[in-house]
């Protein structure tokens, strides 16, 4: 009876087709369908040299080391490529591990828990080894970035050589189809880009072997088979696993025409990547996982693409351009210019898919203006070290001589925006979830001052942890009310929650009702020097929360009420009064540390709290 219950609320949220292949999808899984279509498979060290033209040539390597010049960049991307080479590994261009050369490409780094890597890759549960991304990271090689970019920026051999036996260790201990490395199809795309960037970047090393490039494009026409076989079901998700394979297979395609289903594998990238800007890209430029972190690698995947259809004479298919134009509209709205950094909503996985620069996992500004230049869309000047993608991209931004003047921010179907003068607030607000919600956080607000984190978002820290996976994404981690200790939303599974609930608009703010009926109404009133926050609550609970999380990266002093940050005044007014409580933040994926957390209690009696945010004056 439970199953049939939650398969009549899967069918509601998500729709009978979704259902239908899902359980179909299963029904292939146990019956060794998809293993009987990805067979394991050993080397050949043979395969068809490309033809087409990639975006990085020799010039390429010239023209960053003439951009970056004697950028302070310059020195920390030699730094952190002589770490690769020792053996040292950055996951999610954060945290470092000390791993060796070469590294146990099987074995989680943080838990040390070790994946099977002589079996079919279906026969290995998604959570049956610790968090898996944990595991994954290194398999998409993300490490070939630095190591391109000490290369193009010293012409050290000694770069290409560490790539090139890291690749080569990788190729015996993954062979095709073999272990975790194989299981998820985006994963082997991304790990696809890299070697791609690989494979150009160091094509005149001496290190650089023809048989050494022919494993190299071996590995790149079957990994776009390994995309086919299952691309049906990245699509299913409808979220970024289908852009970034379809994205990756159409790459594929044209850089290896010669291929036999190189023609096949175009026409499917084509029309999926067609399909899915269509679908995933609203009409206001937001994107169907309600998270930035994830609209950025979107973004990414089809600036990749957009790349290479402009270095092979091609023009992606329509509606890309447009809807990618939408997408870039509605980053800008919320992009501080000062530091690059977003409102942190929804689901934050650490994905960075196309890290050719220097500048930092939380700066979204260089995907931003590659993105731009590779879809036509006029941007401000900008300094060298935010171009560089767009130097090894081959591409040309459309730099306007305009006054640097941030318009007024606008709202959308995902969130409202406020601006007086250097404060910016952002509040969740999604009237209606086309897409499925990945974090209970209606009318959560993230504050920024002059582009600095100043309430935060708690992140989501992991997808397998059993302490903490369901916390992260639950209403007590966000800067909104809680009821009752439950969260907006019950959850499903580990990436669902159910009774999906909207907003409504009322005048200066925005009220949200759960399931059981309890009423949270968030008005935000514009002062001469901030915002005042009013909250208000009513409906059947017994106990409300209203929190506000401080980021860790302030100076924080809190005194009779008052908490103070450089530049920033917060005041809260309730009859019950301010507490402080500990928290949690996660700002990259896998790491957590503390934070401070304002909270004030709310009943049936106490149903109102006024909390302003004031810019201080130089003095204070």
Same mark, same amino acid.
């Given at each position: ?17 979704w ?21 394991? *498979?050993?080397?050949s ?12 040539d ?14 302070p ?18 996951f ?29 890759w279906?026969?290995?549960g998604?959570?049956?080894?610790g ?14 970035y ?15 050589a ?39 970047a160091?094509?005149?090393?001496s ?57 096949r ?13 269509a679908?995933?890209?609203? /009409?206001? *430029? ?9 609209h ?16 092979n ?10 809807k ?9 709205? @919320?992009?501080q ?42 941007i ?6 935010l ?11 459309d730099?306007?001589? /305009? ?5 007024e ?16 607030l952002?509040?969740?607000a ?16 993230d ?9 935060v ?5 992991s ?17 909104? @009310? ?9 959850r ?63 100076p ?30 996660s ?34």
């Open positions: 009876m439970e199953k049939l219950r939650l398969l009549i609320q899967l069918t509601r949220l998500l729709g009978l087709p259902v239908l292949f899902r359980l179909r999808y299963a029904l292939r899984f146990k019956f060794g369908f998809l293993e009987r279509r990805c067979p394991l *498979g050993t080397w060290g043979k395969a068809v040299p490309p033809s087409g033209r990639f975006f990085i020799e010039g390429s390597l010239e023209r960053v080391g003439a951009l970056l010049g004697a950028d960049l310059r020195s920390e991307a030699l730094k952190q490529a002589d770490a690769i080479c020792e053996g040292r590994f950055q999610f261009q954060a945290f470092e591990r000390d791993l060796g050369i070469p590294p146990d490409w099987h074995r989680n780094p943080v838990s040390g828990e070790r994946v099977p890597g002589d079996v079919h279906t026969r290995l998604d959570f049956d080894f968090d898996i991304k944990q595991v994954w990271e290194l398999s998409r090689f993300p490490w070939v630095p190591l391109v970019r000490a290369y193009s920026l010293s012409g050290e051999e000694r770069y290409a560490t790539f090139w036996n890291l690749f080569e260790d990788w190729m015996v201990h993954n062979p095709l189809n073999h272990g975790p490395n194989w299981k998820c199809g985006q994963e082997t795309a991304i790990r696809v880009m890299a070697c791609c960037v690989a494979r150009w160091f094509a005149a090393s290190e650089s072997t023809p048989r050494r490039q022919a494993a190299l494009d071996e590995l790149m026409v079957v990994s776009a088979a390994r995309i086919v076989a299952n691309l049906d079901y990245a699509v299913s998700q409808k979220n970024n696993h289908g852009t970034t394979e379809s994205a990756v297979l159409w790459s594929v395609a044209v850089l290896y025409p010669d291929h036999a289903d190189a023609a594998w175009e026409h499917l990238g084509r029309k999926t990547m067609a399909n899915l800007a679908l995933l890209i609203a /009409e206001d *430029g937001a994107f169907s996982q309600h998270s930035f972190n994830y950025r690698v979107m973004l990414d995947a089809f600036t990749w693409a957009a790349a290479v259809a402009r270095a004479g091609h023009e992606l298919p329509f509606p890309v351009g447009p990618l134009n939408l997408a870039l509209n509605y980053l800008e709205q @919320v992009l210019p000062e530091t690059g950094a977003v409102p942190v909503f929804g689901a934050n996985d650490g994905a960075s898919i196309l890290p050719l620069h220097g500048m930092g996992y939380e700066d979204f500004r260089p995907s931003f203006v590659a993105a731009c230049a590779a879809f036509g869309r006029p401000r000047p900008v300094e060298p070290s171009r560089e993608v767009c130097t090894w991209l081959g591409l040309e931004p730099l306007r001589a /305009e006054e640097d003047v941030r318009p921010p606008e709202s959308t179907s995902d969130h409202v925006c406020y601006q007086v003068g250097g404060l910016r952002f509040m969740r999604r009237a209606h979830w086309a897409f499925r919600p990945s974090h209970a956080d209606q009318l959560h607000v504050l920024f001052l002059d582009g600095r984190p100043l309430l978002d708690a992140g989501s820290y997808y397998n942890d059993p302490d903490w996976q369901f916390q992260f994404p639950g209403t007590a981690f966000h800067n909104t @009310v809680c009821f009752d200790g439950r969260d907006q939303m019950p499903i599974s580990r990436f669902l929650f159910g009774g999906w609930r909207g907003v409504e608009p009322v005048e200066n703010g925005m009220t949200f009702r759960d399931a059981k009926g309890a009423v949270h109404t968030r008005k935000v009133r514009k002062l001469t020097d901030g915002f005042e926050v009013i909250d208000h609550v009513s409906g059947s609970f017994e106990k409300a929360v209203v929190r506000w999380r401080l980021s860790p990266e302030q924080w002093t809190i005194k009779e009420g008052i908490a103070r940050a450089p530049g920033l005044i917060i005041e809260i007014e309730a009859g019950g009064g301010m507490r402080e409580e500990n928290g949690w933040i700002r990259i994926y896998g790491q957590r540390e503390p934070l401070r957390v304002l909270a004030v209690d709310m009943d049936l009696e106490m149903t109102t709290v006024r909390t302003r945010f004031r810019i201080a004056p130089p003095s204070q």
